[in-house]
C-alpha cells in the first residue's frame, strides 16, 4: 500500500474553563469554519477540561502539546487521533500525569508545582512514550531511521535486522531512482495491524506477528522502502503496477531474496486470466522478462513516468512498440528465464 500525506497542519485550541468546549479545531475568530483541503489530514487539537481549582497556563500547555503530541501520533498514521482531551483531576498523591491517543491525564496537585509544571514538555512526552516498548533514532551518511516497537515481545533480532536492512538498502534505492525522497524514515512495529507490512508518507508499518513467524523475510523493507522512493502520489498508475515494481526492485535490490526462499513464481497458464494484474511476484517476474527479452531499462523508465505523472497505457507502445497485453501474450508463449536475485542464481 501506498498513501502519501503531506502538509500536517497543527492547530492548537485550548480551553481553560470547567467544562468541554467543543469549538472547530481550524474555526476563524468570527466562527466561519474555512474548508480544508481535500485529503488533508485534520489538525491536531487539544481541549482541557478542568474541574479543579488549578489555572494553567494555556500557552505553556499549547506549547508542550504542539512539540509532543503530534509527533507521537505520527507512528499510528492515519489512523491516529488527533482531538485530545486534556483531563485535570483531584486524585492520590502518587498519580502524577498519563498519556495515550486522544487523552491526556493529569494529577492537579502535581500540576500545581512550578517545577511540574515548567517541565510539562518532558513530562508529557515520557508519558507518551510509555506506549511504546522502546524508541530509538540511528543515524548514518545522512540517513535517520526512527524505530518505534510497540511490541515488547518483538524479537531484537529481528528488529536489528530491519535497521540494517534500511541502511543497506535505502540509499542505493534513493540515490538510483528518485533523490528527492526523504531520507528520515519511521519504522513502526505494531500488535494491532493485521496486514504485513505497509509505507505511508515517511513510515513503514511491520506487523510484529507476521515478522516474528517469517522472521527472514526482512526483504520486506526492501519492497516498503521502493514504495517510499516511489512517491507517485495520489492517482499515478494502477496498484498492480506499484506492486509490481516494488517486487521487481526487491527481486533486483533485496539483501537476502534467496535466503528467506523469496522466489518469482514460474508462469503456469492459470496466470492469464489477471495477466500482469496479478500484482507482486507474477507482475515482477513478467517485468524481468520485458527487461531481459523485449528493453532493458524498460521498467525503470515506466518508474519514472509513473513519478513525473506522465504515465498512461500509451508509455507501454511508445517505449516498446506494444501495449502491455501484446507483451503480456508474447511473455506467455515463451516465458522461459534466468533469473539472478539481486545478481545471484538459485542454488
Ligand atoms: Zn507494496
Same mark, same amino acid.
Given at each position: 500500500? $501506498? ?5 500536517? *497542519? @497543527? ?7 470547567? $467544562? ?17 483541503? &481535500?485529503?488533508?489530514? &485534520? ?26 503530541? #503530534?509527533?507521537?501520533?505520527?507512528? /499510528?498514521?492515519?489512523? *491516529? ?5 486534556? &483531563?485535570?483531576? /483531584?486524585?492520590?498523591?502518587?498519580? *502524577? ?19 511540574? @509544571? ?64 526523504? &531520507?528520515?524514515?519511521?519504522?513502526? *512495529? ?24 517469517? #522472521?527472514?523475510?526482512? /526483504? ?44 518469482l513464481p514460474d508462469f503456469t497458464a492459470k496466470q492469464n486470466e489477471k495477466k500482469y494484474e496479478n500484482?507482486?511476484?507474477i507482475t515482477a517476474r513478467f517485468f524481468e522478462w520485458i527487461d531481459q527479452k523485449v528493453k532493458?531499462?524498460l ?17 507501454w507502445v511508445?517505449?516498446s512498440g506494444k501495449t502491455i497485453d501484446e507483451l503480456w501474450d508474447d511473455y506467455a508463449k515463451n516465458p522461459e528465464l534466468a533469473l ?8
Open positions: 500500500m $501506498f498513501k502519501k500525506i503531506s502538509n500536517l *497542519t @497543527f492547530l492548537v485550541m485550548l480551553s481553560v474553563t470547567a $467544562f468541554a468546549q467543543t469549538v472547530p479545531p481550524n474555526a476563524t475568530p468570527d466562527g466561519q469554519t474555512p474548508q480544508r483541503r &481535500r485529503n488533508a489530514p &485534520r489538525p491536531f487539537a487539544v481541549t482541557i477540561v478542568n474541574n479543579t481549582k488549578v489555572k494553567l497556563d494555556t500557552a505553556q500547555v499549547n506549547a508542550a502539546f504542539k512539540t509532543t503530541y #503530534p509527533p507521537f501520533a505520527a507512528a /499510528d498514521g492515519y489512523r *491516529t487521533k488527533r482531538e485530545v482531551i486534556m &483531563r485535570v483531576i /483531584d486524585t492520590a498523591n502518587t498519580f *502524577t500525569i498519563s498519556a495515550i491517543p486522544g487523552e491526556i491525564i493529569v494529577n492537579s496537585k502535581w500540576i500545581k508545582k512550578k517545577k511540574n @509544571f515548567n517541565n510539562l514538555q518532558v513530562n508529557l512526552q515520557e508519558a507518551l512514550r510509555k506506549n511504546w516498548a522502546s524508541v530509538d533514532t540511528i543515524k548514518k551518511d545522512g540517513y535517520q531511521l526512527v524505530f518505534i516497537n510497540k511490541n515488547s515481545d518483538f524479537n531484537p533480532v529481528i528488529k536489528k535486522e530491519l535497521i540494517e536492512t534500511y541502511f543497506k538498502v535505502f540509499p542505493t534505492l534513493v540515490s538510483t531512482f528518485n533523490d528527492k525522497t526523504t &531520507r528520515e524514515v519511521l519504522f513502526v *512495529t505494531d500488535t494491532a495491524y493485521k496486514g504485513v507490512a505497509e509505507a505511508s508518507g515517511n513510515r513503514i508499518l511491520f506487523s510484529t506477528t507476521y515478522m516474528n513467524a517469517h #522472521p527472514t523475510d526482512i /526483504d520486506i523493507v526492501t519492497h516498503e522502502c521502493m514504495h517510499l522512493v516511489q512517491g507517485y502520489g495520489y492517482g499515478s498508475g494502477p496498484v498492480w503496477l506499484t506492486e509490481g515494481i516494488a517486487d521487481f526492485i526487491r527481486y533486483k535490490y533485496g539483501v537476502d531474496n534467496i535466503g528467506s526462499k523469496w522466489f500484482s507482486y511476484r532493458p531499462g521498467i525503470i523508465q515506466i518508474d519514472k513516468e509513473l513519478r513525473s505523472h506522465t504515465y498512461n497505457q500509451n508509455t511508445s517505449l539472478k536475485y539481486s545478481g545471484k542464481e538459485r542454488i
